[in-house]
């Protein structure tokens, strides 16, 4: 399969809102699938359990919204409406299930909402600790994850014994390896590999199988040192604050074209929410709520107590040696768009340029953006960075 081949495929399971690889995957297994919104759950609770989780990112640009926005006023963001819309319209029949995580007060409600619409349907709203001490928080998530791992076994699923999930803990970080990898890759040389690409193989994964998705990003990354990829001066931007509602891809090539390697991003982040692995134990709860309080990304729906906020951006920036930031978060994003002032004043204090723009995921128009993103670009070449 040459690099063409793989990226075609993630793009037609990035364009798929039939879901047709989940029906597929459920009628060759014989097994159920759970559906989880952005940004973050335990994945793995769900594989140990012998379920397919997938990955709810919206309804995408192309989806158009009928029913949906009877459901949700209009000052908030675009997700729970096309949410509502895969659901009402039957196009989420395929799942078993839906986990809502804590990442706001839109998709709370939207869990809510989800029990009163399918009442067939085994809804959950996951918790996440936003207390950090390990006899509290840790605890709690624990609790959390168990509760979970209770429910899916009564769902129909196999019960999740501590070997069952430490197996899928392995294919996880086995997993999380092979993004890394893709991401160090694109950091080193970012004409290399284009940042829609990395991101059409992060939306597979949210669909595929773990194994397979592995896989697929490991045959990816061998194939594509391969090709003849010419260098382009671009500048080397760091994109935050897309970490729920995805961009349009059409966005993302359109920031690709104005001039900008984009070295890191927080695109479909509950694929890269764990730094490093998971570590195998006797009790695996303990490992994946270690892992969640002391090794997960910074992010807008996570509390931070211990570090200064805007901190860890201006680490990527060092580190990946870029050249500016553009804060790129979807319309009404409050958790996002509360948090860019503090980013940005970590930025303008350390010396470091950036620029800010909002979407919708059905965006059309992104002539605008291309524009402001290039004369970013332009002035950076021009006038240089810190």
């Not at 993630?10 to 364009?15: I, K, P, Q, T, V």
């Amino acid at each position: 399969m040459s690099v063409k081949q793989i990226i075609d495929e993630c793009e037609r399971l990035f364009n798929d809102l039939d879901f047709s690889y989940v029906k597929e995957w459920k009628k060759r297994t014989g097994k159920k699938a759970v559906g989880f919104m952005p940004v973050y759950v335990p994945r793995e609770v769900i594989h140990a359990a012998g379920m397919l989780p997938v990955g709810i990112m919206g309804g995408g640009a192309d989806l158009e919204i009928i029913k949906g926005d009877a459901y949700f006023q209009s000052y908030i963001c675009h997700i729970p409406r096309s949410t509502i819309e895969l659901g009402v319209s039957g196009k989420l029949n395929v799942l078993d299930g839906m986990l809502f995580p804590a990442i706001c007060d839109v998709i709370r409600n939207l869990s809510g909402m989800w029990q009163m619409l399918f009442k067939d349907k085994y809804v959950k709203y996951l918790d996440l600790p936003q207390n950090f001490d390990k006899t509290i928080g840790g605890e709690f998530y624990k609790f959390e994850m168990r509760t979970l791992a209770e429910d899916l076994a009564h769902l129909g699923g196999e019960p999740v014994t501590a070997d069952h999930l430490n197996r899928s803990i392995q294919l996880y970080n086995d997993n999380r390896r092979a993004i890394a990898d893709l991401y160090k890759l694109r950091a080193e040389q970012p004409h290399l590999v284009m940042t829609s690409e990395a991101y059409l193989l992060l939306r597979a994964g949210i669909v595929m199988d773990v194994e397979e998705h592995t896989q697929l990003v490991r045959r990816y990354l061998h194939d594509v040192t391969k090709e003849k990829r010419h260098k382009m001066d671009n500048i080397r931007v760091v994109v935050s604050g897309a970490f729920c509602e995805q961009p349009p891809l059409a966005l993302i090539k359109g920031l690709e074209q104005s001039g900008c390697y984009i070295v890191e991003d927080d695109w479909v982040l509950g694929a890269r929410y764990i730094e490093g692995d998971v570590q195998l134990a006797a009790d695996p709860y303990e490992s994946l709520a270690q892992a969640y309080l002391f090794h997960a990304v910074a992010n807008a729906s996570k509390y931070e107590d211990q570090h200064e906020k805007g901190a860890f951006l201006v680490d990527q920036v060092r580190r990946l040696k870029a050249e500016g930031v553009i804060f790129c978060a979807p319309s009404f994003c409050d958790p996002a768009l509360l948090e860019r002032p503090m980013l940005a004043d970590a930025l303008t204090r350390e010396k470091i340029p950036y620029t800010s723009f909002n979407y919708s995921e059905n965006t059309g128009q992104f002539s605008v953006f291309k524009e402001q993103t290039g004369t970013f670009a332009d002035s950076i070449k021009l006038w240089g960075h810190s």
